[in-house]
Nanobody, 116 residues
């Protein structure tokens, strides 16, 4: 069974940067489409962005031009580089693996807090 473990969250000031990591277990990571989601207190989980197994990326309008997703298949890892952070980016960030033979797996989440 695939397991995902996120890391890299923390407290950062307005305008700062963080890089989140999500490591996958198993040997099929290169075939997975990977996504990042976030959930702020009292709000529904929302999609942040996706990187396909092909390397193509797509982002929510709210993070376009500030966030970047990348992957290192040799390390079974997907990254979320977050720049220009705003208080409204405060949330628990989750990675998700999907697209391969019905796969749909979530990590446990990592907290990102942006102070003003």
């Amino acid at each position: 069974q695939v397991q995902l473990v996120e890391s890299g969250g923390g407290l950062v000031q307005l305008g700062g940067s963080l890089r989140l990591s999500c490591v996958s277990s198993g040997s099929l990571f290169r075939w997975y489409d990977m996504a990042w989601y976030r959930q702020a207190p009292g709000k529904q989980r929302e999609w942040v962005g996706t990187i396909l197994s092909t390397g193509n990326t797509d982002y929510a309008d709210s993070v376009q031009d500030r966030f970047m997703i990348s992957r290192d298949n040799a390390k079974n890892t997907v990254y979320l580089q977050m720049n220009g952070l705003k208080p409204e980016d405060t949330a628990v960030y989750y990675c998700n693996a999907h697209g391969y033979r019905g796969l749909n797996v979530w990590g446990q989440g990592t907290q990102v807090t942006v102070s003003s």
